[in-house]
């Protein structure tokens, strides 16, 4: 694998220049509200989901002007967002945490906070146990499922929302977060958590590589791959190149992107075949000119994956922390 | 106004519901004076307000055989418009996929929609408000839908005639599923399924309140349904002031009997009419336009005999 910040610093510096004109950054500064959070379009109430990926993709460019004190706001608005488990909501007034926990946990982490909240969350993850893999809905899927999906039900990664079943998404979010935090921040039980997920998403896998939702198979008929699911999926699983599942999903991913249609999959794409030191027929300005098509429907969470492809990630998903540590 | 605080009706306290099928045998017909004209005799009250349409956008869908047709789309647009609505929005949360920008590219709703960016709402991100769940059909006390859904004044569900592999068929009520966004419940809203999906629909109809609904029935799906099932021609829009009503009426059009559909069965003790008497027929018969559906063998005995 070729790390996101092996880019030489002359690299680097043209493509924070021609950032310098880019429409993202401007949308994103655009949509900041004043709690110090961002909503899904700009003038929308703020979320912890688009705040967390405003700040993962300002925090490359914190050379810029102002853009420290936006993240010291989004940051704050984060902490203050969190629930007293440790978890966060997708919305506000929301009493129960979901998913979105693992993004807050990867964005503190990545902005170095230091105030505990990414240790909390992150315990609140390694807690968080789906329903759907119990005995009981083991013993009911077996005996009265077994048509519907063939899944190894054995495997356990995290859903949407508590005690509900395994996804592909947000058990690649959990383990993307897991994956960027000291060895000592996790508790002992993350060990066995990141291992049944790593497998869980493998036995997700489509036929063919590359993952949807998490159903690769429904009543016998395979499922058709997505460009987002993938990539996330493949984020997580970024230091197991070499395995069959994560060959055949980057060449599902390769083949795929000639009918990329959006703005959000170019970029992920892009960002995801980089992490990998494939080389990337989707270029800077092809994320640019979807952007002028529809500006991404003002999408804060699009903006922020464009702006993270078309920028070096220095900071990105480049430490990876060994899952037996 | 779709009030989550009105009160339910029973359906026994609603006047007789309408129900009109208009057969189309292609999405290159003059779809909008063929809407344009059966609305007008519902003569919906629209004038001066605002109107949400509530397509059924699954995923990326090239063979146009999964998503309701923007053709359709446009013409309901259109239709509204020209019966004097103020502003006529379109909006969908897709369920299965979180990159909506890509299944409307797939739709090509820009071919028919002019500046579907101003237009089109992505129910999955749009700002939420908390709403009680008064029927607690299912044991969801509460749920977060969008303030688009809840602040419009006429809220018109716009499905395809399609089977599904959970819940037998999927129609304008079932559609309504999309109003739940994705942003809070996930893709797909897994704790909808949880929640039992035949209650779920009765709760989130009966907290939004879809108006009216149009049924794009020139295609549909028939089998292992909603995605993967097989292409059905069936030549028909189905369109009544009564979502439950509606869905009967397609059920009948695919040669399913309605009741035996569990949400239906629910609805039609809850929200609106499912008997054929409570029914008024207008355009073609049932009969007429009848085109059985192949269900999987789990629903065999939804099929009329």
């Known amino acids: ?325 | 106004m779709p009030d989550a605080s009105k009160s339910l009706i029973p359906s026994f306290q609603r006047p007789p519901s309408r129900v009109a099928i208009r057969r189309n045998a292609n999405y290159g017909q003059d779809l909008s004076s063929l809407l344009y004209e059966t609305l007008l005799e519902f003569d919906p009250p629209v004038r001066g307000k605002t109107v949400l349409l509530k397509p059924n956008f699954v995923g990326p869908d090239p063979l146009g055989v999964m998503n309701t047709h923007p053709a359709v789309i446009a013409a309901a647009r259109d239709g509204f418009l020209r019966l004097g609505a103020s502003q006529v929005l379109i909006g969908d949360g897709p369920a299965m996929d979180r990159d909506t920008e890509a299944i409307l590219e797939s739709v090509n709703l820009r071919e028919y929609v002019r500046t579907p960016s101003r237009v089109f709402v992505d129910l999955n991100v749009d700002d939420v408000k908390c709403v009680p769940l008064k029927t607690r059909a299912s044991r969801l006390k509460e749920l977060y839908l969008p303030k688009t859904v809840l602040g419009v004044d006429f809220l018109v569900s716009m499905p395809k005639l399609k089977t599904h592999h959970w819940a037998g068929v999927t129609l304008s009520l079932k559609n309504m599923f999309g109003v739940v966004p994705g942003s809070c419940y996930g893709w797909p809203k897994n704790v909808l399924h949880w929640a039992g999906i035949d209650r779920s629909i009765l709760d989130i109809n009966a907290a939004a309140r879809p108006d009216f609904a149009i049924v794009d029935g020139i295609m549909g799906m028939e089998g292992n349904g909603p995605i993967q099932g097989t292409p059905k021609e069936c030549g028909v829009l189905v369109l009544g002031d009564d979502p439950v009503a509606v869905d009967a009426t397609c059920c009948r059009i695919m040669a399913l009997r309605p009741h035996k559909v569990k949400y239906l069965a629910g609805a039609g003790t809850l929200l609106g009419h499912l008997n054929a008497a409570k029914i008024k027929q207008l355009g073609e018969s049932i009969e007429s336009v009848r085109t059985p559906f192949a269900v999987l063998k789990e629903f065999k005995a939804l099929q009329e005999n």
Request: aromatic share 10%; with cysteine; net charge neutral.
């Open chain 1, 1 to 325: 694998m070729i790390p996101a910040d092996s880019a030489s610093d002359q690299s680097n510096a043209t493509r924070e220049l021609s950032l310098a004109e880019s429409p993202f950054l401007h949308l994103l500064e655009r949509a900041q509200n004043e709690d110090g959070g961002w909503g899904f379009q700009p003038g929308r109430s703020s979320r912890v989901e688009p705040t967390c990926w405003a700040l993962l993709a300002l925090l490359q460019l914190q050379a810029r002007e102002n853009v420290k004190e936006r993240l010291s706001r989004g940051v704050q608005f984060l902490r203050a967002s969190q629930l007293s488990d440790g978890s966060w909501p997708a919305a506000p007034a929301q009493e129960t945490g979901c998913w979105v926990t693992s993004l807050a946990c990867w964005a503190l982490l990545a902005a170095k906070d230091s105030s505990g909240a990414a240790e909390k969350g992150l315990h609140w993850l390694c807690d968080d146990w789906p329903k759907d893999s119990s005995p009981w809905r083991r013993f009911i899927a077996h005996f009265f499922h077994k048509d519907i999906a063939r899944h190894n039900d054995s495997y356990r990664g995290w859903g949407w929302t508590p005690r509900t079943a395994s996804w592909v998404e947000p058990t690649a979010f959990a383990l993307i977060a897991m994956s960027q935090c000291p060895p000592d921040m996790l508790p002992r039980s993350a060990s066995r958590r990141r291992h049944l997920a790593k497998f869980l998403l493998y036995d997700r896998m489509c036929p063919g590589g590359g993952w949807n939702c998490g159903n690769p198979r429904t009543y016998g008929v395979a499922g058709e791959s997505l460009i987002i699911p993938t990539v996330w999926a493949l984020l997580a699983l970024r230091n197991q190149q070499g395995r069959s599942e994560v060959e055949a999903s980057l060449a599902w991913l390769e083949k795929n992107l000639l009918n990329i249609r959006s703005g959000a999959s170019l970029a992920l794409a892009r960002i995801c075949l980089e992490t990998f030191g494939r080389s990337v027929p989707i270029h800077e300005q092809d994320v640019r000119t979807s952007f002028d098509k529809n500006e991404f429907l003002e999408n804060v969470p699009v903006t922020a994956w464009a702006s993270l492809a078309c920028n070096a990630r220095p900071h990105w998903l480049a430490v990876e922390v060994p899952e037996t540590a």
